[in-house]
C-alpha cells in the first residue's frame, strides 16, 4: 500500500471515530457536547487554538481560583437589560464568571499576554473575544489587557506585529535508483519573517518574507543525464487575506510569488513561481469545522491541489485532518510558563528550481517531491516556542523539466524549528 492510500485510509476512520464521539451524529436534541456554548476561532489553519471549554478536567491538586465563580456588588442607580444575573433595579450585579482554575489546557501560564485584546467594562468585565463584534470585546484593533487569567480569557488567535520563524532539517544520504547512482542528501534552513495586522474593516492580512536554502550532496548522473547543483536558494512573499471567525463562515485567500534558482548565471522564466490558494471554512459546531478550497502550485509539473478537510478541537485533542497537510496534536499539560504538545503530521511536498546541470543543457528546472510522515514535540510559551520532529519520506521523486529523474529511496527526516 502506497503512503497516500494509507494516509487517506487513516484519516477517514479517525474522521469517523472524532465525529461519533464528538457528537456529530447524535439526533437532534440529544444531549451531548453539541448543546454547549460555542466558541469561535480565527479561520487560519496555522493559528494555534488557544481557548477553554466548560468541561475542561482539572489535573490533580488544582482547584478554583480566588475570586472565580459568581461576584456581587453594591447599592447601584439603575440596572442594566440583557446581563446575565441582573439584581432588581438599585443593585448591581457583575455577570456570572465561569468557574476559573489555576490550570487550562489552550492558554500558556499565566503572564504578560500582549495578544489578548479583552476590555474591562462595568457591562462586560469578563468579555470573550469577538474579532469585530461588541465594543467592550478584545478585537484586532483593541488595545490589549496586560496578563492572562485561566479560565478567564478566550481565544486571541491573531498575533499582530513582527514574528520570526527559522527551521533547519537534515535527511541523511539515501540510495537512488533511475538516472543516478550513489547516495542523495539535503540539508534545509527555512526563514520566514511574518507581520500580521488589520487590512480593512472585517479582514486581516498577513506578509511573510520566505527564504530557503538547499544544500545538495550527491548523487552521481548517468552518462548523458544531467544533474544537481550543490545548492539552491528560494525568496518568496506570500500575501495571506482572512476574515476572522465570528460567525459560522470564513474566508482564507493566500497568493505567493518566488524567486527560486541556484544563482549561478542570469534568471529565466523557470526561476519564477506564482502559487495560489482560497479555503471556505465552515463552522459545524463547538469542536469541528469543514474547510473547503483548492490551490495552484507552479513547479516543473503544474498542479492543482485540493484544500479540503475537517479540523476537531476539544480540551486535549487538535485534529487538522486536510490534504495537502495533516496534523494531529495532542496536549500534554503546562509547565512553568510552557505548554506542552505531542503532534503526528503527514504532508505531500513538492518544490522546484531552476538549476544549471552538467552534463547536459546549460539550464533546466529541477522539481523534488515526496510524502512525509512525522511525530514531533512543541513548547509553547506564548510569544515563542520550539519545536523537534522526526520521521521519514516516502515515494521521493527528483524530476528534471527536460525528461530525465532519479527516485532516492525512503529516507529518515529531522527537523528542529523556533518561532518568536
Given at each position: 500500500?502506497?503512503p ?7 484519516t ?35 493559528t494555534?487554538?488557544?481557548g477553554q471549554s466548560?468541561?475542561?478536567?482539572l489535573?490533580q ?21 440583557g446581563i446575565?444575573?441582573?439584581n432588581?433595579v438599585?443593585t448591581?450585579?457583575?455577570p456570572?464568571?465561569?468557574d476559573?482554575s ?15 485584546g479583552a ?6 468585565p ?19 489587557v ?7 480569557n ?17 535527511m541523511?544520504?539515501a540510495?537512488?535508483t533511475g538516472?543516478?547512482?550513489?547516495l ?13 495586522g ?23 548522473p ?7 547543483p ?5 525568496f ?27 544563482l ?26 469543514m474547510?473547503l ?9 503544474d498542479?492543482v ?8 478541537r ?6 487538522q ?8 496534536s495532542?496536549?500534554l499539560?503546562n509547565e ?6 505531542a ?19 546549460p539550464?533546466?528546472?529541477?522539481e ?23 520521521g ?16 532516492p ?7 528542529m524549528g523556533?518561532?518568536?
Amino acid at each position: 500500500m502506497k503512503p497516500i492510500h494509507l494516509w487517506l485510509s487513516t484519516t477517514a476512520f479517525l474522521i469517523f471515530v472524532g465525529s461519533t464521539e464528538a457528537g456529530l451524529f447524535d439526533p437532534a436534541g440529544s444531549p451531548g457536547r453539541s448543546g454547549q456554548p460555542s466558541i469561535y476561532r480565527s479561520a487560519s489553519l496555522a493559528t494555534v487554538f488557544r481557548g477553554q471549554s466548560d468541561g475542561v478536567p482539572l489535573p490533580q491538586g488544582t482547584g478554583p481560583q480566588a475570586g472565580s465563580g459568581s461576584l456581587s456588588g453594591g447599592p447601584a442607580t439603575s440596572a442594566q437589560p440583557g446581563i446575565s444575573g441582573q439584581n432588581p433595579v438599585g443593585t448591581l450585579s457583575t455577570p456570572s464568571l465561569p468557574d476559573a482554575s489555576t490550570w487550562n489546557a489552550f492558554s500558556p501560564p499565566t503572564g504578560v499576554d500582549p495578544f489578548a485584546g479583552a476590555q474591562q467594562s462595568p457591562q462586560a468585565p469578563y468579555a470573550p473575544y469577538t474579532p469585530y463584534g461588541n465594543p467592550y470585546g478584545g478585537g484586532p484593533y483593541g488595545q490589549p489587557v496586560p496578563f492572562s487569567t485561566f479560565g478567564a480569557n478566550g481565544p486571541h488567535p491573531y498575533r499582530r506585529g513582527w514574528q520570526n520563524n527559522l527551521e533547519i532539517g537534515w535527511m541523511p544520504g539515501a540510495s537512488v535508483t533511475g538516472n543516478a547512482s550513489g547516495l542523495f542528501e539535503q540539508f534545509d534552513v527555512d526563514f520566514d519573517l511574518a507581520h500580521t495586522g488589520p487590512f480593512m474593516p472585517g479582514w486581516m492580512l498577513t506578509w511573510t518574507n520566505q527564504f530557503r536554502l538547499r544544500l545538495w550532496d550527491g548523487p552521481t548522473p548517468l552518462p548523458g543525464f544531467p544533474g544537481l547543483p550543490s545548492r539552491a536558494f528560494r525568496f518568496g512573499w506570500d500575501f495571506e487575506l482572512e476574515t476572522p471567525k465570528s460567525g459560522p463562515c470564513s474566508i482564507s485567500l493566500g497568493f505567493t510569488p518566488s524567486i527560486n534558482s541556484d544563482l549561478q548565471t542570469s534568471l529565466s522564466s523557470n526561476a519564477y513561481q506564482l502559487d495560489f490558494r482560497g479555503m471556505f471554512i465552515f463552522q459545524i459546531d463547538q469542536y469541528w469545522s469543514m474547510v473547503l478550497g483548492a490551490g495552484y502550485w507552479d513547479r516543473v509539473r503544474d498542479r492543482v491541489i485540493p484544500y479540503a478537510g475537517l479540523t476537531y478541537r476539544d480540551d486535549y485533542w487538535e485534529w487538522q485532518l486536510m490534504f495537502p497537510k495533516s496534523t494531529i496534536s495532542l496536549f500534554l499539560g503546562n509547565e512553568q510558563l510552557w505548554s506542552k504538545w505531542a503532534y503526528l503530521t503527514a504532508e505531500y511536498h513538492v518544490e522546484a528550481y531552476e538549476v544549471s546541470t552538467a552534463p547536459g543543457p546549460p539550464r533546466d528546472e529541477v522539481e523534488l517531491e515526496d510524502y512525509r510522515i512525522l511525530l514531533g514535540f512543541r513548547m509553547d510559551g506564548g510569544l515563542y516556542s520550539w519545536w523537534m520532529e522526526g520521521g521519514g519520506g516516502f515515494d521521493r521523486e527528483v524530476r528534471f523539466g527536460l525528461g530525465s529523474s532519479f527516485s532516492p529511496n525512503t529516507g529518515f527526516i529531522g527537523r528542529m524549528g523556533w518561532q518568536y
